[in-house]
């Protein structure tokens, strides 16, 4: 996604650059922005005065000198201010209704399913596998030479692949056949409990961009929250939204004398435990105990984080 300066006002769009649309209507394409120096000057003078907090990082300014990187680093580089580049989305975070479903399944089951290629990566490049992997080569070779040194290795990361595919994807339809598929009587039914989406006005229609969930239950003294189902639709992520999501839940806690709030997530999601890190949770254990194969689990090298946040 890109951003569209509109009068001092940001827009979120869907060209694939940044447009800057000078105060009398004209429209200049950072594309057109051919220098350093040029872009340079344009952060110091509209951007940096403008009134919706836009804040350019400094690798920014030193970004390369073709006009392609620099308006491609730009528009990562860019720091909008979470509240402001929220509100320009025109964006509600609003209790999940039963014509949300589909699009938050959906959400759901991507942001699920889009774990199985850096989980594979990681397992695949963890020492032990590596050796396991070169062992199998020389192995494959002296026993059968080039065919066999391929074959062997190639079998066992299949095995890894198929094996962080079933994490993710038996969770995905695990989940999609149980509690995902009554939301509202499962997480609405009760007080305590709730379902939340983020809906932004995307080309003017409504999109569900994210959602969290809240479910208590009495531990011993303790009232216990359990946060589920965090997701931001990848188009939409670090701006602040999950931030928000997480806030939206905790005041939901607080509100109701809940004393804890925990969450489990996998070893794979580095970006939910820093989100979560950020916000005061702490992780309280790992273990790898899932819904499929202890195996699986093993081949995969993904371990269950399990985090609480005292409220
Ligand atoms: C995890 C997730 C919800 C974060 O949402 P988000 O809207 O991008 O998060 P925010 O913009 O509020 O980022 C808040 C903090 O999270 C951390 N974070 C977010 N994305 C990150 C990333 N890709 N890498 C490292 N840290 C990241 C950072 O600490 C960030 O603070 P910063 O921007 O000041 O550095 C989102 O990446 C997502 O939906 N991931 C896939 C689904 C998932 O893993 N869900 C968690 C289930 S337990």
Redesign the pocket.
Known sequence: MSHELHNGELKGVKHGFIQRKTLRGQIMNMQSVCSCGALKSLLNSDLNTSRNGLTPTPHVITAGSRTQSIVLQFRLGLKLK?SASLAIMQLVIRKYRPQDKDAVCNLFSC??L??IRPCFYNSVSSPLHLLITVALFAAGYLLGSVPGALVLPGVWIALIYCSCHNIYSSYVQLKLKTDMRDISGNFLSRPDNCFWVAEAQVDGRPQII?TVAIKTKQSGEVRQAE?F????S?S??????????VKAATDFCKERGISELV???SST????V??Y??LGFSIVCTHTETHTYSLVVKLAKIRIIRMKLCL
């Not at 189902?229 to 931001?232: F, G, L, N, S, V």
């Not at 670090?238 to 931030?243: E, F, K």
């Not at 999601?269 to 939910?272: K, L, R, S, T």
Request: without cysteine.
């Open positions: 979470d942001s699920a889009e774990l994210g946060l189902r965090m997701a931001i990848s939409y992520r670090r701006l602040g939204l999950g931030v928000r999501m969450l489990e997530t999601q580095v970006a939910a820093n989100l890190k950020k």
